[in-house]
């Protein structure tokens, strides 16, 4: 049983970290949960502090993701067809390697706030707020499932 769980962990922490870029997977609960899940195997034993300290970082960090890219289409004038745009941009850039995950969101970005407005100079200008709040977001995440990912291979190392 505890291989079994042991492997539904890995899965959950490469499923976490996945989920930093990809919109429809929420990382650091994955992350968060794949820690869980090693915890109740023979193979690790964490600390009760940890777990409340690396809980509270994945629903801070997951809650924060929703706001931060708001309030960077907001601060440069974008609509949600700029945030909508990134996020298909995204989605399309995956596609692309790692220049396409960061060209991706910012041309989606653009194209959504150009279906909103037709003004160019507009949209370059709310289609960078978006990008700049979506990429916030996903470095939140990622830095938030990296963390979760080191204290599990700490743990399972230790």
């Known amino acids: 049983m505890d291989y079994i769980l ?3 962990a890995i899965i959950l922490m490469i499923a976490g970290i996945a989920g930093c870029l990809l919109p429809v997977l929420p990382g650091p609960p994955l992350s968060y949960l794949g820690l869980v ?3 109740l195997t023979r193979f690790a034993d964490i600390s009760k502090n940890l777990f409340i300290i690396l809980g509270a970082v994945a ?9 931060v890219p708001i309030w960077g289409t907001r601060q440069f004038g974008g609509s949600k ?17 790692p220049p396409g995950i960061i060209i991706g969101p910012f041309i989606g ?3 959504g706030e150009l279906i909103f407005k037709d003004d160019f100079k507009y949209a370059v200008k709310a289609g960078f707020g978006s990008l700049l709040g979506f990429l916030t977001g ?14 599990f291979v700490k743990a399972l190392i230790a």
């Not at 629903?59 to 706001?67: A, F, G, N, P, S």
């Not at 067809?81 to 390697?97: D, P």
């Not at 996903?138 to 990296?146: D, F």
């Open 81 to 97: 067809y700029g945030m909508r745009g990134a996020t298909v941009g995204l989605i399309i850039g995956l596609f692309l390697g």
């Open 6 to 8: 042991l492997a539904l």
């Open 59 to 67: 629903v801070v960090v997951t809650i924060i993701d929703y706001i």
């Open 138 to 151: 996903v470095g939140l995440k990622l830095a938030a499932s990296l963390l979760i990912t080191f204290y």
């Open 109 to 111: 970005a653009v194209v």
């Open 37 to 39: 899940l090693l915890h």
